[in-house]
């Protein structure tokens, strides 16, 4: 609680004075009829929180200097937990989430507009698309509306977004601690689908052997949902279906990453589905590993992954070129960025709570320098696919391979060396 309770005065430091912040936890989402989607919680919420239930919402008050931090969460209900479980309620939430006070959540609105009498400034998210819109909206709207009959006084509204998630993008030790985690258990899951491949079975049957691998490890959630790629599968960057068999002579491309206490593993592993790898898939695996062990070895302080991928790219157009499956000029090739036919995503993004990770990684044109605490993907890729215009025996090729660091002082940590990627290694696990 610590921890949590640190990131909320760090977060005030930055506040104006008379003001307030406000950030709503995720909604539960509708599966079907009276069932519910497996609930997530909002992870600038949790982060500032660790608190996991829907319905909820903190405010942090900064007044004449002195800052507090009141939680609105569902009340205690005998029936409601019978039927679907337990709840916090009020008093553990200020014990046990070290709250300054916490009210029910049915009373927000009434409370909101006492708490904000004298408040200049409020901080809210700017949304896209969430399901908590709506509700924020409608408060904030309300407020906005007072603030024009004059009983607020409120009559600035700020975005709390750039503050909050530029704190979440360097790693504090007990982050660092729990990356660890998810990186090894992610490995693992990925280690198991290697031994358990076999020709005929259906791409959702590995997927299945992934995610049990997570749970063995400690962890029910999945960070996204599970790609498995047979053949020519692996050529559709985000494939969920699913839904076919895996043959014999083919690769399947595993991109799978487990969520341990909130926190993501991102990781993509391709390897042959009988086990060994033919010919050609071996030189589009090495290439592609060629250039993932070279963009590792660049991470460091103060260079983009922007720039890390234009020397990347250049390896990779040297390589395909020497193949015969780019043609022409290097430097040109470059120019016309050429290599964007196989190879068509970045090289990697920020990973954290979420698993494309929020911060401000800059514009095109001046990049994010890479700083100590940051994580990253680093994840190069190839996809050449049955319609491309090559020679016919590169044709269903699709390979990425994808780890997660820590950035260091003089280099990167990586979370997800646990499971093999070399040639030999892969092929050693496989019939081991
Ligand atoms: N798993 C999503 C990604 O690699 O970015
Ligand atoms: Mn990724
Ligand atoms: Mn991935």
């Known amino acids: 609680m610590t921890e949590f309770n640190t990131r909320r005065h760090l977060f005030s430091n930055s506040m104006l004075d008379n003001s307030m912040a406000i950030f709503p936890a995720n909604e539960e989402l509708i599966r079907s009829n009276d069932t519910e989607f497996r609930f997530r919680q909002n992870s600038d919420f949790y982060y500032l929180t660790g608190f996991n239930e829907p319905e909820a919402c903190l405010l942090l008050i900064k007044r004449k200097g002195l800052i507090s931090s009141v939680l609105f969460n569902r009340r205690k209900d005998k029936t409601a937990e019978i039927w679907h479980g337990y709840r916090l309620g009020q008093a553990a939430a200020v014990t046990e989430l070290s709250m300054d006070q916490a009210f029910a959540i049915d009373e927000l609105e009434v409370i909101l507009a006492d708490l904000l009498t004298g408040i200049e400034t409020v901080y809210y998210p700017v949304l896209s698309g969430l399901s908590l819109d709506t509700r924020l909206q409608t408060i904030l709207n309300k407020l906005r509306n007072k603030t024009r009959s004059g009983l607020i006084a409120t009559n600035q509204f700020l975005n709390w977004q750039p503050q909050l998630h530029e704190m979440r993008l360097f790693k504090s030790d007990a982050e660092k601690e729990l990356m660890r985690k998810a990186g090894e258990i992610s490995a693992l899951g990925h280690v198991r689908a290697m031994q358990q491949c076999k020709p005929g079975m259906w791409e959702f049957q590995l997927q299945l052997e992934v995610e049990y691998e997570f749970a063995r490890q400690g962890t029910r959630d999945i960070a996204y949902n599970s790609i498995v790629a047979g053949g020519n599968n692996a050529c559709i960057l985000h494939y969920t279906e699913n839904d076919k068999q895996l043959k014999d002579g083919d690769l399947v ?65 040297e390589g395909l070129l020497a193949l015969g499956i780019l043609q022409g000029d290097l430097e040109t090739l470059l120019q016309e960025e050429k290599h964007k036919d196989f190879y068509m995503h970045g090289l990697g993004h920020f990973i954290g709570l979420d698993v494309h990770d929020v911060g401000n990684s800059g514009s095109i044109e001046i990049p994010r320098l890479l700083e100590k605490g940051m994580a990253i993907t680093i994840e190069p890729g190839l996809y050449i696919s049955n319609d491309a215009d090559v020679e016919d025996r590169w044709k269903g090729i699709g390979v990425r391979i994808e780890d997660d660091v820590i950035v260091t002082e003089t280099g990167c940590e990586i979370l997800t060396s646990a499971v093999p990627k070399s040639i030999q290694d892969i092929e050693a696990l496989m019939h081991g």
């Open 253 to 317: 491309l595993i991109d799978a990453g487990a969520e341990y206490q909130g926190y993501a593993g991102d990781i993509t592993r391709t390897f042959p589905v009988n086990g060994r790898f033919t010919e050609e898939q071996a030189t589009i695996y090495q290439l592609v590993l060629d250039c993932q062990l070279f963009a590792l070895e660049q991470v460091k302080p103060n260079i983009s992954v922007l720039a890390i991928n234009k020397l990347v790219v250049r390896k990779m157009c």
